[in-house]
């Protein structure tokens, strides 16, 4: 994999505005749901701001809330409460087309399951993420192609996410990801279905995408990708437990 230039387009005037306050901001985010029991939390009053260009690494044990915080965060969630920010809007006052919207515009989303569409290619699925945007026909093509080359992935372009394994559909996450240049950038065990070569390698070009301006945030076991990142925030039982680094 040969990587890697920034696909983003020139900006126009109005990207042009520096953004002063955090990029996101949380405050006294709860996720539950009700049990025989009684109510069981998810997620307990969960409050930090994440700065533009910070690569943050979240851990801590499985059923710590890790993946549920990244779901809110990434908009793919609505039933949580508290206060939600990106980019000083109100994510948590709005409407769920508003936060698609929102989402399309500025997040890409490497999920631990892939989430591949299987009635569309490799190609196709790169370009999804373009369709959102205000690409024309012939600029999507060729960032699709450039993609593929820059992931290895030009023979598979015309195959469909059943004929590849499992680590060829990861890459093809990642690269769907990335492929918009989207200002933030969630990962949920990003490397978790690749060998250490190409897992090395994923985690380089989160690197250098967050040395270029992405904001990138990861869920992880692992330690030593841990380390790429710039500050760790753990969880556990659903409450932000310690933070370090910068």
């Not at 949380?26 to 307990?44: P, Q």
């Not at 890790?66 to 779901?71: C, I, V």
């Not at 380089?204 to 841990?226: M, R, W």
Request: glycine letters at 8%; zero cysteines; aromatic letters at 8%.
């Amino acid at each position: 994999m040969a990587f890697f230039t920034s696909n983003r387009p020139a900006a126009s005037a109005a990207d042009t505005v520096p953004f002063t306050g955090p990029l996101i901001s949380l405050r006294n985010v709860e996720k539950s749901f009700d049990t025989a029991a009684g109510r069981s939390y998810v997620l307990r009053r969960i409050s930090a701001d994440i700065q533009p260009g910070e690569f943050i690494s979240v851990m801590g044990p499985s059923g710590a809330g890790k993946s549920t915080l990244m779901s809110i965060i990434g908009m793919l969630d609505s039933a949580w409460t508290g206060e939600f920010y990106l980019l000083g809007q109100a994510v948590h006052a709005m409407q769920q087309k508003q936060r698609v919207a929102l989402n399309k515009q500025h997040i890409g989303f490497v999920f631990q399951q892939y989430h591949l569409i299987d009635d569309l290619t490799v190609a196709e699925n790169l370009d999804m993420p373009l369709s959102y945007r205000n690409f024309k026909k012939s600029e999507r093509e060729a960032m699709v192609a450039d993609t593929l080359d820059k992931f290895g992935m030009v023979a598979k372009k015309d195959l469909y996410p059943r004929q590849l394994s499992g680590g060829q559909q990861q890459l093809v996450g990642v690269a769907r990801a990335i492929i918009a240049s989207p200002k933030i950038i969630l990962a949920d065990e990003p490397t978790g279905n690749l060998h250490s070569s190409q897992g090395r390698e994923i985690m380089e070009l989160f690197t250098k995408l967050n040395e270029a301006g992405t904001t990138i945030i990861q869920v992880t076991h692992s330690e030593e990708n841990a380390k790429y990142g710039k500050r760790i925030i753990e969880l556990r039982d659903g409450w932000i437990s310690g933070s370090e680094g910068q």
